[in-house]
Nanobody
Framework: QVQLVESGGGLVQAGGSLRLSCATS????????MGWFRQAPGKERDFVAA????????SYADSVKGRFSISRDNAKNTLYLQMNSLKPEDTAVYYC??????????????????WGQGTQVTVSS
């Protein structure tokens, strides 16, 4: 079992930045691929970014490429999402997720086994 706790959300103006963190506990975080998803009101949960257990490979949704950066610090058991040039359409609840490590980086909700409780990000125009 892996427990995930997100933090770092908040209210920011368009063009601003936020860094989300996801603290992991339980089994060794480095055994898991990690990802970020987001869910806006009335919409499905969508893929944002993912990376492999060592952080050597990453994947991003087209909507965030060049603006968001996913990283991890396995020594601190923490996953990060640096979000720059934020837009109002980035407003959502952001979730971190984990799955057993694999060389591929799946982008579907059903491919992940563990989820955090989410953190709200609101971008004002």
């Amino acid at each position: 079992q892996v427990q995930l706790v997100e933090s770092g959300g908040g209210l920011v103006q368009a063009g601003g930045s936020l860094r989300l963190s996801c603290a992991t506990s339980g089994r060794t975080a480095s055994n898991y691929n990690m990802g970020w998803f987001r869910q806006a009101p009335g919409k499905e949960r969508d893929f944002v970014a993912a990376l492999t257990w060592l952080g050597s490979r990453t994947s991003y949704a087209d909507s965030v490429k060049g603006r968001f950066s996913i990283s991890r610090d396995n020594a601190k058991n923490t996953l990060y999402l640096q979000m720059n040039s934020l837009k109002p359409e980035d407003t959502a609840v952001y979730y971190c997720a984990a799955r057993s490590r694999t060389t591929v980086l799946p982008q579907k909700v059903v491919d992940y086994d563990y989820w955090g409780q989410g953190t709200q990000v609101t971008v004002s125009s």
